[in-house]
Protein backbone atom coordinates (compact mmCIF):
# COMPACT_ATOMS: atom_id res chain seq x y z
CA UNK A 1 0.00 0.00 0.00
CA UNK A 2 1.56 3.42 -1.22
CA UNK A 3 1.04 6.15 1.67
CA UNK A 4 1.65 9.84 1.48
CA UNK A 5 3.15 10.97 4.87
CA UNK A 6 2.66 13.58 6.58
CA UNK A 7 5.35 16.15 8.31
CA UNK A 8 3.37 15.37 11.48
CA UNK A 9 4.26 12.00 11.55
CA UNK A 10 7.71 12.47 10.77
CA UNK A 11 8.45 14.96 13.46
CA UNK A 12 6.39 12.71 15.95
CA UNK A 13 8.90 9.52 14.90
CA UNK A 14 12.20 11.64 15.47
CA UNK A 15 10.37 12.58 18.94
CA UNK A 16 10.31 9.38 20.30
CA UNK A 17 10.08 5.87 19.74
CA UNK A 18 6.91 5.07 19.02
CA UNK A 19 4.16 3.81 16.84
CA UNK A 20 5.02 6.11 13.76
CA UNK A 21 8.84 4.28 14.28
CA UNK A 22 7.44 1.00 14.15
CA UNK A 23 5.22 1.65 10.93
CA UNK A 24 8.23 3.58 9.14
CA UNK A 25 10.57 0.57 9.63
CA UNK A 26 8.11 -2.23 9.69
CA UNK A 27 8.77 -2.51 5.81
CA UNK A 28 4.83 -2.93 5.85
CA UNK A 29 4.35 0.12 3.28
CA UNK A 30 5.62 1.99 0.22
CA UNK A 31 6.38 5.39 2.34
CA UNK A 32 6.74 8.54 -0.22
CA UNK A 33 6.32 12.50 0.67
CA UNK A 34 6.39 15.79 -1.03
CA UNK A 35 10.09 17.36 -1.30
CA UNK A 36 7.93 19.78 0.56
CA UNK A 37 8.50 17.88 3.78
CA UNK A 38 12.37 18.29 3.84
CA UNK A 39 11.56 22.08 4.15
CA UNK A 40 9.15 21.45 6.92
CA UNK A 41 11.67 19.43 8.76
CA UNK A 42 13.96 22.18 8.89
CA UNK A 43 12.08 24.74 10.08
CA UNK A 44 11.34 22.22 13.04
CA UNK A 45 14.26 20.79 13.89
CA UNK A 46 15.23 22.44 16.94
CA UNK A 47 11.96 21.95 18.74
CA UNK A 48 12.44 17.93 17.52
CA UNK A 49 15.81 18.35 19.39
CA UNK A 50 14.63 19.88 22.32
CA UNK A 51 11.82 17.64 22.82
CA UNK A 52 13.64 14.33 21.95
CA UNK A 53 16.56 15.44 23.84
CA UNK A 54 18.84 14.96 21.04
CA UNK A 55 21.37 17.51 19.68
CA UNK A 56 21.05 18.84 15.87
CA UNK A 57 23.83 16.40 14.37
CA UNK A 58 21.47 13.44 15.78
CA UNK A 59 17.83 14.85 14.32
CA UNK A 60 20.18 15.26 11.08
CA UNK A 61 21.39 11.43 11.57
CA UNK A 62 17.98 10.16 12.30
CA UNK A 63 16.25 12.66 9.62
CA UNK A 64 18.34 10.87 6.72
CA UNK A 65 18.02 7.26 8.13
CA UNK A 66 14.01 8.31 7.97
CA UNK A 67 14.40 9.11 4.41
CA UNK A 68 16.11 5.38 4.00
CA UNK A 69 12.54 4.30 3.86
CA UNK A 70 10.37 7.10 2.78
CA UNK A 71 10.98 8.01 -0.76
CA UNK A 72 10.64 11.91 -1.46
CA UNK A 73 8.93 12.90 -5.08
CA UNK A 74 10.08 15.60 -6.29
CA UNK A 75 7.74 18.92 -6.36
CA UNK A 76 8.18 18.81 -10.35
CA UNK A 77 6.41 15.39 -10.17
CA UNK A 78 2.94 16.65 -8.50
CA UNK A 79 2.88 20.66 -9.82
CA UNK A 80 0.39 20.20 -12.18
CA UNK A 81 -1.66 18.74 -9.05
CA UNK A 82 -1.81 21.73 -6.45
CA UNK A 83 -4.69 23.59 -7.62
CA UNK A 84 -6.68 20.74 -7.35
CA UNK A 85 -5.23 19.87 -4.05
CA UNK A 86 -5.41 23.54 -2.80
CA UNK A 87 -9.31 23.64 -3.62
CA UNK A 88 -9.34 20.36 -1.76
CA UNK A 89 -7.39 21.83 1.13
CA UNK A 90 -9.10 25.42 1.21
CA UNK A 91 -8.76 25.66 5.08
CA UNK A 92 -5.46 25.04 5.16
CA UNK A 93 -3.59 25.44 1.80
CA UNK A 94 -0.14 24.61 3.66
CA UNK A 95 -1.20 21.11 3.46
CA UNK A 96 -1.64 20.96 0.05
CA UNK A 97 1.67 19.35 -1.38
CA UNK A 98 0.60 16.60 0.64
CA UNK A 99 -2.69 16.19 -1.58
CA UNK A 100 -0.74 17.09 -4.74
CA UNK A 101 1.79 14.35 -3.89
CA UNK A 102 -1.02 11.61 -2.94
CA UNK A 103 -3.04 12.63 -6.70
CA UNK A 104 -0.18 12.55 -8.45
CA UNK A 105 1.92 9.36 -7.03
CA UNK A 106 -2.17 7.28 -7.08
CA UNK A 107 -1.34 6.94 -3.82
CA UNK A 108 -4.03 4.61 -1.31
CA UNK A 109 -4.22 7.43 0.84
CA UNK A 110 -2.25 10.02 3.56
CA UNK A 111 -1.16 8.67 6.48
CA UNK A 112 -1.53 11.96 9.00
CA UNK A 113 -2.70 12.68 12.30
CA UNK A 114 -4.12 16.13 11.16
CA UNK A 115 -7.72 16.68 11.07
CA UNK A 116 -7.46 18.95 8.39
CA UNK A 117 -7.19 16.44 6.23
CA UNK A 118 -10.64 14.13 7.45
CA UNK A 119 -13.47 14.52 5.49
CA UNK A 120 -12.14 15.68 2.08
CA UNK A 121 -13.54 14.21 -0.65
CA UNK A 122 -11.58 12.60 -3.09
CA UNK A 123 -8.60 11.87 -0.14
CA UNK A 124 -8.24 8.73 1.83
CA UNK A 125 -6.63 9.17 5.37
CA UNK A 126 -4.74 6.90 7.93
CA UNK A 127 -4.18 7.92 10.86
CA UNK A 128 -1.31 5.75 13.17
CA UNK A 129 -3.71 3.67 15.14
CA UNK A 130 -5.39 2.71 11.34
CA UNK A 131 -2.16 1.22 10.40
CA UNK A 132 -1.11 0.02 13.40
CA UNK A 133 -4.30 -2.43 13.13
CA UNK A 134 -3.61 -3.15 9.64
CA UNK A 135 -0.09 -4.26 10.47
CA UNK A 136 -1.25 -6.46 13.32
CA UNK A 137 -4.14 -8.37 11.15
CA UNK A 138 -1.64 -8.96 9.07
CA UNK A 139 0.30 -10.24 11.33
Do not use: H
Not at 42 to 58: Q, R
Not at 68 to 86: N, V, W
Not at 88 to 108: G, Q, W
Not at 116 to 138: A, H, I, N, Q
Amino acid sequence: MKLVVDANILISALIRDGASREIIFANEFNLVCPEYLSEELEKYKILIANKSGLTAEEVSLMIALLFKRIRIIPSADYQTKMLEAESLMENDISDAPYVACYIATKSEGIWTNDSDFVGKRRVTVYRTEDLLKLMRSRG
